[in-house]
T-cell receptor
Framework: DAKTTQPNSMESNEEEPVHLPCNHS???????IHWYRQLPSQGPEYVIH???SNVNNRMASLAIAEDRKSSTLILHRATLRDAAVYYC???????????FGAGTTVTVRA | GAVVSQHPSWVICKSGTSVKIECRSL??????MFWYRQFPKQSLMLMATSNEGSKATYEQGVEKDKFLINHASLTLSTLTVTSAHPEDSSFYICSASPADYLRGSGANVLTFGAGSRLTVL
């Protein structure tokens, strides 16, 4: 499995953007970049995924570097409800075992 | 969107008893479901892959006789923790996908249940 590296924690103020980096220098050409988040005492929740191009959805944006060795999850306006552990995971066809690392714990200050 | 429901959300039992946790896909059929375990302050670890109509596939180090998995229908998988002991206390989470997650595209995503917190006294 290709591995990802994320900062352990990040803090943000409410209503401000949050940029969560993820390094994946050994990514293969067919690895998709997935982001899930886990709110306290909940199961993980899908956030966004992409392959090469930047992606936007109602929850967040995913910016992927041109060489694909890093990516950034962008929460445009953090709310208290966005406080969670965010996991950056690489997944290739046939990968059924999502490898959850330690993730980044996001704290949002009111 | 795809919804996965788990029941119960929390359970307390005495040591030596068995506990069953249900995982249902509410609006889609899932030939494959996944069971994860998460200890406090740790990340999720895959325990087993539940296959409808066949035996589950367990990850290395997971005792199949202790964690019984039954996937009797396309919308229901159950995990039974047999003869539970305090060290089995954990957060158990199931997941599933409407798509063929085992063989499909790397773009396919998983939907997770809300989790079941087991406390064994």
């Amino acid at each position: 499995d290709a591995k990802t590296t994320q900062p352990n924690s990040m803090e943000s103020n409410e209503e401000e953007p949050v940029h969560l980096p993820c390094n994946h220098s050994t990514i293969s050409g067919t690895d998709y970049i997935h982001w899930y988040r886990q709110l306290p005492s909940q199961g993980p929740e899908y956030v966004i995924h992409g392959l090469t191009s930047n992606v936007n959805n109602r929850m967040a944006s995913l910016a992927i570097a041109e060489d694909r060795k890093s990516s950034t999850l962008i929460l445009h306006r953090a709310t208290l409800r966005d406080a969670a552990v965010y996991y950056c995971i690489l997944r290739d066809v046939g990968d059924y075992k999502l490898s959850f690392g330690a993730g980044t714990t996001v704290t949002v200050r009111a | 969107g795809a919804v996965v429901s788990q029941h119960p959300s929390w359970v307390i039992c005495k040591s030596g008893t068995s506990v069953k946790i249900e995982c249902r896909s509410l609006d889609f059929q899932a030939t494959t479901m996944f069971w994860y375990r998460q200890f406090p302050k740790q990340s999720l670890m895959l325990m087993a892959t539940s296959n409808e109509g066949s035996k589950a596939t367990y990850e290395q180090g997971v005792e199949k006789d202790k964690f019984l998995i039954n996937h009797a229908s396309l919308t229901l998988s159950t995990l039974t923790v047999t003869s539970a002991h305090p060290e089995d206390s954990s957060f158990y989470i199931c997941s599933a996908s409407p798509a063929d997650y085992l063989r499909g595209s790397g773009a396919n995503v998983l939907t997770f249940g809300a989790g079941s917190r087991l406390t064994v006294l």
